[in-house]
């Protein structure tokens, strides 16, 4: 449905969709689950009428609409190797939100999933599509289709720089809006206790927890870990047999917890082995004042700089270990201060600005047409 109104600093109705793979609820089970959240909470305190479309069991501060059932599991990690069946699933509740959505009174759409569905099928609607990880091969497809029009009331924005560049082949007008935090929720200061490292985030392969829990060992600091389980089979093989005094797993923590763990650890490590196109946990570190030690990947030296924390030389256990001796002892003002770059007001500024330009560009032409 076409936007019914014109632009201004007037509230637009906005309907948001979610990632289907997890509820949008506390503690989060990754970024952008996270995001979601404070994407949703942030539009309604600047006083828009928002709808969530997402997974059943999603808890948020504004009307949802549930387009999938809670006790769904969606299974085959990563995405390449999930099944079809599973992507048939995942896809047609897409396609019911899209549908929901175009037979409800929108004047924007936020798509903050994965999906290639609203890419297909919301080309009337003044659509934001943020793009939360490197090239996918099923979104690839849809912009390579010569069928697929890039409306002029579309726009696509991702997290960061680094992750803009492998995008810009396909979308070479892609913006950016940094992640953002509450930096609020995450300034509670703390004696960091001597020689003691945290981190944080999904398990998973790709988040290099088994190289974080190397660099500790050889770095000789204690490693305490938090956060939910993505991969029982990498856990159960590469994490668990690891755990003792020293290395410890604390589960999946509220962040009022995750908060006190943070902001008591003398440092952060940060082990991504993929292009990690932002860090979110990255900059709840910074923002307790605790400094990290990262693996070059992704967006890690663009959020970090050089007065967040050390950017390891190289991606292994050893130049972690080194960053973090190096960064253990940084001023953590300076590293709050760095941290406060990336607020959660900043964020939401960057996204309204783009959505009343993409809606004023589409009231304009509809206009024009009349």
């Not at 930096?183 to 981190?199: G, M, Q, R, T």
């Not at 970090?304 to 991606?315: K, L, N, Q, Y």
Request: aromatic fraction near 6%; hydrophobic fraction near 40%; charged fraction near 20%.
């Amino acid at each position: 449905m076409k936007s019914q109104v014109p632009i201004g600093s007037s509230p637009l109705r906005i309907a948001v969709l979610a990632h289907l793979h997890h509820p949008i609820t506390s503690p989060f089970a990754g970024g952008m689950e996270s995001h979601t959240a404070h994407l949703v909470t942030g539009l309604v305190a600047q006083g828009h009428e928002v709808t969530l479309f997402a997974k059943g069991g999603s808890v948020v501060g504004c009307p949802l609409v549930p387009v999938l059932d809670a006790g769904f599991v969606v299974r085959g990690y990563p995405e390449d190797e999930r099944t079809n069946e599973q992507h048939e699933v995942l896809d047609g509740a897409m396609e019911r939100a899209v549908k929901l959505i175009q037979a409800g009174c929108f004047d924007a759409v936020v798509n903050n999933s994965l999906s290639p569905v609203p890419h297909r099928l919301l080309m009337q609607l003044p659509t934001l599509h943020v793009l939360h990880t490197p090239p996918l091969p099923r979104l690839i497809e849809i912009l390579r289709d010569p069928a697929t029009t890039l409306q002029q009331w579309h726009r696509y924005v991702t997290v960061s720089e680094a992750n803009a560049c492998p995008w810009r082949e396909w979308l070479p007008t892609i913006e950016i809006v940094h992640n953002g935090i509450d930096l609020s929720h995450w300034d509670e200061w703390a004696e960091p206790k001597h020689s003691v490292a945290a981190w944080t985030g999904r398990i998973a392969a790709e988040k290099g927890t088994h190289v974080a829990i190397a660099a500790a060992r050889e770095a000789s600091l204690k490693l305490r870990i938090a956060g939910p389980i993505h991969d029982q089979e990498y856990f159960r093989s590469q994490i668990e047999p690891q755990l003792d005094d020293d290395i410890m797993y604390l589960g999946h923590l509220n962040q009022q917890k995750l908060q006190r763990l943070i902001a008591s650890s003398q440092v952060f490590l940060s082990s991504p082995l993929w292009e990690e196109p932002f860090g979110l946990t990255t900059l709840e570190a910074m923002a307790c004042g605790t400094p990290v030690a990262a693996l070059p990947a992704g967006a890690m030296a663009e959020l970090i700089g050089t007065t967040g924390g050390v950017v390891a030389d190289s991606r292994d256990s050893k130049s972690l270990s080194v960053a973090a001796t190096r960064a253990k002892d940084m001023d953590r003002k300076q590293v709050q201060a760095r941290a406060s770059r990336f607020a959660l007001a900043g964020m939401i500024e960057g996204y309204e600005r783009i959505l009343h330009s993409m809606v004023h560009r589409s009231f304009s032409q509809a206009s024009e047409g009349s």
